[in-house]
C-alpha cells in the first residue's frame, strides 16, 4: 500500500500519523500541533546521532568479543582474563560507589502495593481494557473456569453451572479467607447468615481487626465487605436478595449468601508497543497510540459480538465504600497503566529525517505516547501523583539508560512537562545491562521506578553475545546454569542495595502457559520467595490467581530478608553456557531443533500474515504457550548457534523447518484467515522469515529479529 507524506519542517510525516497528532493526540491540550512540531523536529535532529552512534557500539563491542573467542578458541576460558577484557574494550564498566534511587511522586501501586503485573498488545484495545479492568478480578470465576479445581468426583465444568464444581470453588474460598483474614475464633466456613455493620461496627470479630476497611450497604443489608491483607483489598459480595444468578440459576448455594470474593489483582499493566504487538509502519503505529490515548482520556471502548450477542467494553469506574471510620471510601478501579515503548534499535517508515533516514522508533514512542498522558496529568485517572511511565526494553549498558534519561528529558521540555515527570523503568535483559546494572540504575536514579528480569531475551543475548565461545547447552538446560541463577538474584541483590524497597518495583517474568494455572500456583510462588514485588501473568484470570501468592507472603519482609544475603557474583554471571564435550544423539539434536523450530514457525506465521504480535501458540506437545518475539529470539539463536559449531546442518535444519511447518498448518487448520505455509514453501513469505531468522541469525544485531519480522511483514502488507 502506497503511504503519503507531508513535510512539515524537516521531517516527511505519514499523514495518518500527522492527522492522528493534530486532530486527536494534542486536541485539548497547552501543546499546539505547530509548537509541537516544530520542537519535536528540533529535538529528533539532535538526538539521532547519538541513537546511531551507540548502535554502532554495540556493533564493534560484538566484534571485539567474537574476535577474542576466536583467538582463544579450544581453551578453557580464564575469568580473570576474560573480565579484564570486557574491562579494556569497555564493556565492562567500573563499579561506583553506592547510592539510592531519588524518584519522587510514584503511585502506590508501584511503592507499596505487591502484586500481578500483566503485560498486554496495546495493538488490541479490547485486550488492553480487560487488563485495565483486571485490578479487580473474581475470585469465584477464575477458580471455577481453571484447573486449580480439578474435574474428578463429578466437579466437571460442563455447559451449565455445576454446584458440585461450586461447592469446590466456595471451600477453596473459605480456605483463603480463613488463612489470611482469620477470625478471632472459629472458621468462614462455620458462618451461616450475612455478617452485619452497625454503627461502623462489624460484628465478624477478625483476629485482627485492622484488616477490616469499609463496606456497602444495600436495603439496610450488608452487600460488600472490604477487607486488606499485604496491602491488597479483598471485597466479598454478599447476595442480599438470594436472587443473582450469575453463577446458580436456582439461587445462592452458599450459606452465608456470599456472592463473591473479589480480589485486587493486577495492580500494574504494561501496555506494549513493543515484543507483542506486529506494528511496522504508521498504519499500524497509530492503532497503538490511538488505544493508549483511548485509555489516559479514560474513554476508550470495544464493541464485539460473542456467542451471536452484542458487547461494548469500558473503563471501569472507581469503587466506593464506606470507611470503617463512616467516611467516603474511594478506591481505584483500575490498574496503574504503564507504557512499554521500543529499544534503540529499529527505524520505522512513519516519518523519515532531513536526510531521508527512517526516525528511531523508540524517540517517535517517547514523544507520542507522553503526550497522550498529557490528557492523564490534567485530571489524574491513571497516575494520582501525575507521573507519565515508560518501561523501556533492550538497552545495552549505561551509556543507552543515560540516552534514555536524555531522550525524556527532551520530551519533557518539548511537552512543557516538570523535569522527571517522567519515570524509566529498567528491563534487565541484555548481557551488557545485567553486568553493569549498578551504573545503568545511577544514570536513572531520578526516573528509575522499576527493574526486571526476562530469561528468554536475556538468553537470546547471553548465545548470541558469545556465539563463538562454542555450541551452547540446550535450552532446557539454561535455567539451572550458573549464570542464570546469578542474573536472578542480581538483579534483586542490586535493586535492594539501591533503595527500591518501598520505593520501586522489582520484577520477574512470564507465565506462558495460561491454561495450566495449577502448575502456576505450585511454581509462580518462587518469584516471590526471589524477592520480586511483581511478576508477570498472561491474563486478568492468572493475575486473579497469582495474587493469592502476594497473600501468603509479604513481600517488604522478604526483601528484608534478602538484603542481608551475599550478593551474587560477577564471575557467575559471565559463566558462558557453552556446552562441555558435547555428546548428543542424533535424536537429542534433532528433538531440540524440531521443538525450537515448531514454536518459531508456529509465532512467526501469525506474526507475517495475521500481524498478530502476541498470541496463545501450541508447542509440539499441543500445550498453549503465550508467545512474544523473545521466544523468537532464543529459538533462533540456539539453532544458529549449533549450525555454527556444526551441531546440525543448515540441509538438516531445513528439513526439520519444512516438517514441522506441516505440523503447524495442521495445529492452525480451525483459523479460517490462516494461510498454509506447506507444501509451497518458496511462496510463504511467513517460512521465508522463519527460516531467514535461523539461517541468518548469526549476523543480526544482538539476534533481535525485529529487522527480518518487519521487512518481511512490510512485504506481506504491501
Given at each position: 500500500?502506497?503511504?503519503?507524506?507531508?513535510?512539515?519542517?524537516?521531517?516527511?510525516?505519514?499523514?495518518?500519523?500527522?492527522?492522528?497528532?493534530?486532530?486527536?493526540?494534542?486536541?485539548?491540550?497547552?501543546?499546539?500541533?505547530?509548537?509541537?512540531?516544530?520542537?519535536?523536529?528540533k529535538a529528533v535532529h539532535e538526538l539521532t546521532p547519538r541513537n546511531k552512534e551507540l548502535i554502532k557500539i554495540r556493533e564493534d563491542l560484538q566484534k571485539k568479543i567474537d574476535e577474542w573467542h576466536i583467538q582463544n578458541k579450544g581453551n578453557e576460558i580464564n575469568l580473570e582474563k576474560y573480565k579484564n577484557f570486557l574491562k579494556e574494550i569497555g564493556y565492562l564498566k567500573e563499579v561506583g560507589p553506592d547510592f539510592k534511587i531519588k524518584t519522587k511522586n510514584i503511585d502506590q501501586e508501584i511503592t507499596s502495593i505487591a502484586g500481578p503485573q500483566l503485560v498486554v498488545p496495546i495493538m488490541n484495545e479490547r485486550y488492553a481494557l480487560n487488563a485495565a479492568n483486571a485490578r479487580w478480578m473474581s475470585l469465584y470465576d477464575s477458580l471455577y473456569g481453571t484447573d486449580i479445581i480439578p474435574e474428578t468426583k463429578g466437579a466437571v465444568i460442563g455447559k451449565t453451572y455445576n454446584p458440585i464444581r461450586g461447592q469446590k470453588v466456595i471451600e477453596y474460598a473459605r480456605n483463603f479467607l480463613d488463612q489470611n483474614v482469620p477470625l478471632q475464633n472459629g472458621s468462614w466456613k462455620d458462618i451461616s447468615e450475612i455478617p452485619k455493620v452497625n454503627d461502623n461496627q462489624l460484628?465478624?470479630?477478625?483476629?485482627?481487626?485492622?484488616?477490616?476497611?469499609?463496606?456497602?450497604?444495600?436495603?439496610?443489608?450488608?452487600?460488600?465487605?472490604?477487607?486488606?491483607?499485604?496491602?491488597?483489598?479483598?471485597?466479598?459480595?454478599?447476595?442480599?436478595?438470594?436472587?443473582?444468578?450469575?453463577?446458580?440459576?436456582?439461587?445462592?448455594?452458599?450459606?452465608?449468601?456470599?456472592?463473591?470474593?473479589?480480589?485486587?489483582?493486577?495492580?500494574?499493566?504494561?501496555?506494549?508497543?513493543?515484543?507483542?504487538?506486529?506494528?511496522?509502519?504508521?498504519?499500524?503505529?497509530?492503532?497503538?497510540?490511538?488505544?493508549?490515548?483511548?485509555?489516559?482520556?479514560?474513554?476508550?471502548?470495544?464493541t464485539f459480538k460473542k456467542n451471536g450477542k452484542n458487547f461494548e467494553r469500558k473503563l471501569n469506574p472507581d469503587r466506593n465504600y464506606t470507611s470503617k471510620d463512616g467516611k467516603s471510601l474511594k478506591l481505584h478501579g483500575r490498574s496503574l497503566l504503564l507504557i512499554r515503548n521500543v529499544g534503540h534499535l529499529m527505524t520505522n517508515p512513519a516519518i523519515t529525517l532531513k536526510d531521508g533516514s527512517e526516525i528511531p522508533e523508540g524517540i517517535m514512542d517517547a514523544f507520542i505516547t507522553a503526550a497522550a498522558c498529557l490528557h492523564d496529568i490534567n485530571k489524574k485517572g491513571n497516575s494520582r501523583t501525575g507521573s507519565i511511565y515508560?518501561?523501556?526494553?533492550?538497552?545495552?549498558?549505561?551509556?543507552?539508560?543515560?540516552?534514555?534519561?536524555?531522550?525524556?528529558?527532551?520530551?519533557?521540555e518539548v511537552l512543557e512537562l516538570e523535569k522527571y515527570v517522567c519515570k524509566i523503568g529498567i528491563m534487565d535483559e541484555e548481557r551488557r545491562t545485567s553486568s553493569n546494572l549498578k551504573e545503568c540504575i545511577r544514570t536513572l536514579e531520578n526516573r528509575v521506578f522499576f527493574i526486571n528480569t526476562g530469561f528468554l531475551d536475556r538468553t537470546g543475548d547471553e548465545m548470541h553475545t558469545s556465539m563463538e565461545a562454542g555450541p551452547m547447552i540446550k535450552k532446557g538446560d539454561m535455567k539451572s546454569s550458573k549464570w542464570i541463577g546469578a542474573y536472578e538474584n542480581n538483579n534483586v541483590d542490586i535493586g535492594l542495595r539501591c533503595g527500591f524497597s518501598g520505593?520501586?518495583?522489582?520484577?520477574?517474568?512470564?507465565?506462558a502457559m495460561p491454561?495450566?494455572?495449577?502448575?502456576?500456583?505450585?511454581?509462580?510462588?518462587?518469584?516471590l520467595k526471589a524477592g520480586a514485588n511483581c511478576a508477570w501473568v498472561p491474563s486478568p484470570t492468572a493475575?486473579?490467581?497469582?495474587?493469592?501468592?502476594?497473600?501468603?507472603?509479604?513481600?517488604?519482609?522478604?526483601?528484608k530478608e534478602l538484603e542481608k544475603r551475599e550478593a551474587a557474583k560477577l564471575d557467575d554471571l559471565l559463566t558462558i553456557p557453552v556446552a562441555d564435550r558435547p555428546n548428543w544423539s542424533i535424536e537429542e539434536i534433532n528433538s531440540e531443533i524440531s521443538n525450537s523450530s515448531q514454536t518459531l514457525l508456529g509465532y512467526v506465521v501469525r506474526w507475517i500474515d495475521q500481524g498478530v504480535g502476541c498470541s496463545k501458540v501450541p508447542d509440539i506437545n499441543n500445550i498453549g504457550l503465550m508467545e512474544d518475539r523473545a521466544t523468537l529470539r532464543i529459538s533462533s539463536q540456539h539453532i544458529a548457534n549449533w549450525i555454527h559449531h556444526g551441531i546440525c546442518s543448515s540441509k538438516q535444519?531445513?528439513?526439520?523447518?519444512?516438517?514441522?511447518?506441516?505440523?503447524?498448518?495442521?495445529?492452525?487448520?480451525?483459523?479460517?484467515?490462516?494461510?498454509?505455509?506447506?507444501?509451497?514453501?518458496?511462496?510463504?513469505?511467513?517460512?521465508?522469515?522463519?527460516?531467514?531468522l535461523v539461517f541468518h541469525g548469526r549476523t543480526q544485531p544482538s539476534g533481535y529479529t525485529e529487522p527480518l519480522l518487519h521487512l518481511n511483514r512490510l512485504i506481506k502488507k504491501n
Amino acid at each position: 500500500m502506497k503511504r503519503t507524506y507531508t513535510k512539515i519542517n524537516n521531517l516527511s510525516v505519514a499523514n495518518e500519523l500527522i492527522n492522528f497528532v493534530n486532530n486527536e493526540l494534542l486536541k485539548n491540550t497547552k501543546i499546539s500541533p505547530e509548537k509541537f512540531w516544530l520542537r519535536f523536529d528540533k529535538a529528533v535532529h539532535e538526538l539521532t546521532p547519538r541513537n546511531k552512534e551507540l548502535i554502532k557500539i554495540r556493533e564493534d563491542l560484538q566484534k571485539k568479543i567474537d574476535e577474542w573467542h576466536i583467538q582463544n578458541k579450544g581453551n578453557e576460558i580464564n575469568l580473570e582474563k576474560y573480565k579484564n577484557f570486557l574491562k579494556e574494550i569497555g564493556y565492562l564498566k567500573e563499579v561506583g560507589p553506592d547510592f539510592k534511587i531519588k524518584t519522587k511522586n510514584i503511585d502506590q501501586e508501584i511503592t507499596s502495593i505487591a502484586g500481578p503485573q500483566l503485560v498486554v498488545p496495546i495493538m488490541n484495545e479490547r485486550y488492553a481494557l480487560n487488563a485495565a479492568n483486571a485490578r479487580w478480578m473474581s475470585l469465584y470465576d477464575s477458580l471455577y473456569g481453571t484447573d486449580i479445581i480439578p474435574e474428578t468426583k463429578g466437579a466437571v465444568i460442563g455447559k451449565t453451572y455445576n454446584p458440585i464444581r461450586g461447592q469446590k470453588v466456595i471451600e477453596y474460598a473459605r480456605n483463603f479467607l480463613d488463612q489470611n483474614v482469620p477470625l478471632q475464633n472459629g472458621s468462614w466456613k462455620d458462618i451461616s447468615e450475612i455478617p452485619k455493620v452497625n454503627d461502623n461496627q462489624l460484628n465478624l470479630k477478625l483476629k485482627n481487626p485492622k484488616q477490616f476497611v469499609g463496606y456497602v450497604k444495600k436495603l439496610d443489608h450488608l452487600s460488600s465487605l472490604l477487607l486488606i491483607n499485604n496491602n491488597l483489598h479483598i471485597d466479598i459480595i454478599f447476595d442480599i436478595n438470594n436472587s443473582l444468578e450469575i453463577h446458580n440459576p436456582e439461587g445462592n448455594q452458599d450459606n452465608a449468601a456470599i456472592h463473591d470474593v473479589i480480589l485486587e489483582s493486577a495492580v500494574s499493566t504494561i501496555c506494549d508497543n513493543e515484543d507483542s504487538v506486529a506494528a511496522v509502519d504508521a498504519e499500524d503505529k497509530v492503532i497503538c497510540y490511538r488505544n493508549w490515548l483511548g485509555l489516559m482520556k479514560g474513554n476508550l471502548n470495544s464493541t464485539f459480538k460473542k456467542n451471536g450477542k452484542n458487547f461494548e467494553r469500558k473503563l471501569n469506574p472507581d469503587r466506593n465504600y464506606t470507611s470503617k471510620d463512616g467516611k467516603s471510601l474511594k478506591l481505584h478501579g483500575r490498574s496503574l497503566l504503564l507504557i512499554r515503548n521500543v529499544g534503540h534499535l529499529m527505524t520505522n517508515p512513519a516519518i523519515t529525517l532531513k536526510d531521508g533516514s527512517e526516525i528511531p522508533e523508540g524517540i517517535m514512542d517517547a514523544f507520542i505516547t507522553a503526550a497522550a498522558c498529557l490528557h492523564d496529568i490534567n485530571k489524574k485517572g491513571n497516575s494520582r501523583t501525575g507521573s507519565i511511565y515508560v518501561v523501556k526494553p533492550k538497552m545495552h549498558g549505561p551509556e543507552e539508560t543515560a540516552f534514555t534519561d536524555l531522550i525524556f528529558t527532551k520530551v519533557e521540555e518539548v511537552l512543557e512537562l516538570e523535569k522527571y515527570v517522567c519515570k524509566i523503568g529498567i528491563m534487565d535483559e541484555e548481557r551488557r545491562t545485567s553486568s553493569n546494572l549498578k551504573e545503568c540504575i545511577r544514570t536513572l536514579e531520578n526516573r528509575v521506578f522499576f527493574i526486571n528480569t526476562g530469561f528468554l531475551d536475556r538468553t537470546g543475548d547471553e548465545m548470541h553475545t558469545s556465539m563463538e565461545a562454542g555450541p551452547m547447552i540446550k535450552k532446557g538446560d539454561m535455567k539451572s546454569s550458573k549464570w542464570i541463577g546469578a542474573y536472578e538474584n542480581n538483579n534483586v541483590d542490586i535493586g535492594l542495595r539501591c533503595g527500591f524497597s518501598g520505593k520501586a518495583q522489582i520484577g520477574k517474568g512470564m507465565w506462558a502457559m495460561p491454561d495450566k494455572m495449577s502448575d502456576m500456583m505450585e511454581q509462580k510462588i518462587s518469584h516471590l520467595k526471589a524477592g520480586a514485588n511483581c511478576a508477570w501473568v498472561p491474563s486478568p484470570t492468572a493475575a486473579a490467581l497469582h495474587t493469592l501468592h502476594y497473600h501468603e507472603i509479604n513481600i517488604f519482609d522478604k526483601q528484608k530478608e534478602l538484603e542481608k544475603r551475599e550478593a551474587a557474583k560477577l564471575d557467575d554471571l559471565l559463566t558462558i553456557p557453552v556446552a562441555d564435550r558435547p555428546n548428543w544423539s542424533i535424536e537429542e539434536i534433532n528433538s531440540e531443533i524440531s521443538n525450537s523450530s515448531q514454536t518459531l514457525l508456529g509465532y512467526v506465521v501469525r506474526w507475517i500474515d495475521q500481524g498478530v504480535g502476541c498470541s496463545k501458540v501450541p508447542d509440539i506437545n499441543n500445550i498453549g504457550l503465550m508467545e512474544d518475539r523473545a521466544t523468537l529470539r532464543i529459538s533462533s539463536q540456539h539453532i544458529a548457534n549449533w549450525i555454527h559449531h556444526g551441531i546440525c546442518s543448515s540441509k538438516q535444519v531445513l528439513e526439520i523447518m519444512k516438517k514441522m511447518a506441516k505440523i503447524v498448518d495442521e495445529q492452525n487448520k480451525g483459523d479460517r484467515l490462516y494461510q498454509n505455509m506447506s507444501p509451497n514453501f518458496d511462496k510463504s513469505v511467513a517460512f521465508k522469515a522463519a527460516c531467514d531468522l535461523v539461517f541468518h541469525g548469526r549476523t543480526q544485531p544482538s539476534g533481535y529479529t525485529e529487522p527480518l519480522l518487519h521487512l518481511n511483514r512490510l512485504i506481506k502488507k504491501n
